[in-house]
């Protein structure tokens, strides 16, 4: 067990450009979190996958932004045409099992910091 | 809807002295309730979690907490602060609107800053 595994771990891009995240969770876990956290926030859900499904998007989720898991494995999360308010952490978790139902812990990477200039 | 409340975005204490970070929540059902501790420019690592049962819950490095339904409150505690202590403390509950969301709603956290 490596815990969640997030690449890069600093992103520096230009407005306007495209970025991808990658994070890689538990192996075994099933379902795979995103959160985003800007300065002196704490995480606020974006979106998360049930295997290969994604299951629910916050309205934070912009159509700038896109979830996909594929394998029900790994997963990216692409921003289009990056503004400077996406500059925030962006953080994945992993689980094994549901959290409302079985307040499992949920295990998080160390983060994606994207700074768009 | 969810919400947690923290009071307090800073709190200062000497070390070897008692912490006391506070987390208030409303949910219109039984929530679970987890703390989370983040060092500068790292994830989340789970401290404690109250699901069932027990209403004191003891976590890692000294922490505890203690689930009071009556006032909606799941305060963190340590009996003697330390220097390694410093951080930022998130209080959690599991996100719930009554579809197939799933995930957990924090708080805006309260940065412990522990003075030698």
């Known amino acids: 067990d490596t815990g969640v595994s997030q690449d890069p771990r600093h992103k520096i891009t230009k407005r306007g450009q495209n970025v991808t995240f990658r994070c890689d969770p538990i192996?075994?876990?099933?379902?795979l979190y995103w959160y985003r956290q800007t300065l002196g926030q704490g995480p606020e859900f974006l979106t998360y996958f049930q295997n290969e499904a994604q299951l629910e998007k916050s309205r934070l989720l912009s159509d700038r932004f896109s979830a996909e898991r594929p394998k029900g494995s790994f997963s990216t999360l692409e921003i289009q045409r990056t503004e400077q308010g996406d500059s925030a952490m962006y953080l994945c978790?992993?689980?094994?099992?549901?959290?409302?139902?079985?307040?499992?812990?949920?295990?998080f990477g160390q983060g994606t910091r994207l700074t768009v200039v | 809807a969810q919400s947690v409340t923290q009071l307090g975005s800073h709190v200062s204490v000497s070390e070897g002295a008692l912490v006391l970070l506070r987390c208030n929540y409303s949910?219109?059902?039984?929530?679970?309730l987890f703390w989370y501790v983040q060092y500068p420019n790292q994830g989340l690592q789970l401290l404690l979690k109250y699901t069932t049962g027990a209403t004191l819950v003891k976590g890692i490095n000294g922490f505890e907490a203690e689930f009071k339904k009556s006032e909606t409150s799941f305060h963190l505690t340590k009996p003697s602060a330390h220097m390694s202590d410093a951080a930022e403390y998130f209080c959690a509950v599991t996100l719930y609107s009554g579809g197939g969301a799933d995930g957990l709603t924090f708080g805006k956290g309260t940065h412990l800053i522990i003075q030698p």
């Open positions: 978790a992993s689980s094994l099992g549901v959290l409302k139902l079985s307040g499992t812990e949920a295990f």
């Open positions: 949910s219109s059902v039984p929530p679970y």
């Open positions: 192996s075994e876990h099933n379902r």
